[in-house]
DNA sequence: TTGAAAGCGTTACCAG
DNA sequence: CTGGTAACGCTTTCAA
């Protein structure tokens, strides 16, 4: 059982220089070409294996990035980290991650991580910067999937108002008048730019919206079939709805089956995001699909881009989006005001004329 | 702008040596009180941070773990990760991630970086060595959710044919006679053992199995909805049908909603996992839950263990499974009316036939 | 093309 | 309890 060989222990076998050796064995081609053969070879025997850290502090690179998100439980991610992943791999860095939980005390950690050279750059996939972070460092950073505002960073995300403003387009086109909105949690940013679109596809459109028609969720399973039930309970509840991620449109989903609603009889559901097995739903959820593997492998070059000192261009780079026709979206019922009678929780039937009806 | 401060720096300007103001910092109790206070406060003023390579390498340990999984994508692993995640943090180790795709040409490299020191310890979630790693090292490894036969490393699992056994006599008490298997990728292992639950439970029941109730899937949505198929095609198909896996299961409902069979008034199915939102499916599926987070955090607190040089135990620890009973599941259609009645108010277990949506 | 030697920033040993 | 100092294993000037 000998102990670990390192590059001392090549040169004295060889008769050379430890200086040689490193240099045969990092192809910095400075070495001739009897040596250099006799070291690799050496290398080989010997099962040689450099210390990563003895290297790092001598190079002063850690050759690895921290890929940072809110909730590695989230599936949301997979694809886009799938996609980190294999650049970063790709490009010979090995892969930290980080996980915030939200929670700023620990966005700081990581920040500190990147400093303390555990990491030579990092991907923020979080909405905001704690306060104690400036958001105007030069730091290797790139941002992706979310928005930091007023950040120096460069980010690599999609138009989240635009594809918003798609999906709700698509339920108008299907002839929809009556469209609510169950939301993120606003005012975190890409919560407000989906809102945003709801209501700029609707404006265009000509379409009042009604206030309760905006409900505010959080992203998971249970808001969606929250806001669902008090969707439904309106006196005159929509005949579509756009929910601003793929988990509440399968709470809303259920929910509506629960009420005894068929999809996309009764009711239209759209998500957003098409999270892993949304395809795989009953009925297959129509919702819009991000590049999430492309959105990983562009902030990976960006971020390599900026880790080799190479000029960063602040402007974001906007991928684009695709929405999924499926099979949750489908005209509206032309008895629909049967039905609400039929549903009718509230005696009073008054339609407010300044709203949901098209000009 | 200044050069980051170095342990050198704070003591010069303390007038201490550098050696105290390591001690100091790193509460090791063997400085004075006068001067631990000094330290810390200037150590602070100057923000000091330790330079981890220099550590890593004076210290021969990286504080970091590494976790291998077979695919990063898959949404199967994010609570075992979450919980390994946060347990590693607890004991102050940072979280390498691996992604082996089925290569074991890239398992070996993660077995390299751990000798390199890029981590302390690993992980393993994936199936099987490959042949140039000697099993029987006694390296600073666990095996979670998998198993890797005659190796040394402890493992932390479920029993798999015990919950596949578990899963198929629910449906044999039902009242199932008819009853197929979609399998995993036997020969591996896991598919192996859960089908032979399925063989074993059936056996018990004094049940037997056509040939072709078998069929070999590979996990995925696809081979669910194509085994679906061929076991439907069968002259005599089966009333319910074991998915070795929740995605499968999707697979197998998905397919059978095609075929205009209601789940489970026509067919019941079940699955294995539990994964994320299997319950937001409609009807949400009945399936066997794993203890994922406690399976992440078993697996890291013994590789802790592991990595401080404690006692390993060998015996692999075996964590308790559930069989989650939700609407996918129900007596074969020759008692169904009698179930319907039973069921009374919540009749919602059967599928509407809103199969207007395929147009 | 190669070698000698100086660090990289810590920690740990050995004295005092 | 504290200080001096030698590593840890590598890369990279600077000379030859």
Redesign the interface.
Known sequence: MRRRPKIKDIAEELGVSPATVSRALSDSGLVAEPTLTRIREAAQRLDY??????R??RT?R?M?VL?VVRD????FY??V??GM?ATARDAGY????G?TEDDPEREIEYF??L????ADGMILMTGKLPPAIDPAQALPVVVALEMIENSAFPHVQIDNEAAAAEAVSHLIELGHRRIAHISGPVPEIMSVRRRAGYHRALAQAGIGVPPDYVQRGDYL?NSGRDCCDRLMALTEPPTAIFAAND?MA??V??QL??L?L?V??DVSVVGFDDI??S??????LTTISQPRWEIGRQAMKLLSAMMSGEAKDRTPIILPTELKLR?TT?PPKRAASARVQANGISGRRTVPSDNAIKE
């Not at 090995?94 to 991650?97: E, N, Q």
């Not at 400093?115 to 555990?118: A, K, L, Y």
């Not at 395809?279 to 297959?284: D, I, Q, T």
């Open positions: 294996r450099p210390n990563v850290s003895a790092r502090l002063r850690s690895a890929l590695v439980g989230n599936p997979l694809e980290l799938k992943e090995s892969v930290l991650m996980n500190d991580m400093r303390d050279g555990h399973l988990e399968f709470g989903i259920h089956h629960r005894g068929a996309p009889g892993y097995l395809e795989a739903f009953y009925p297959p099979e489908a």
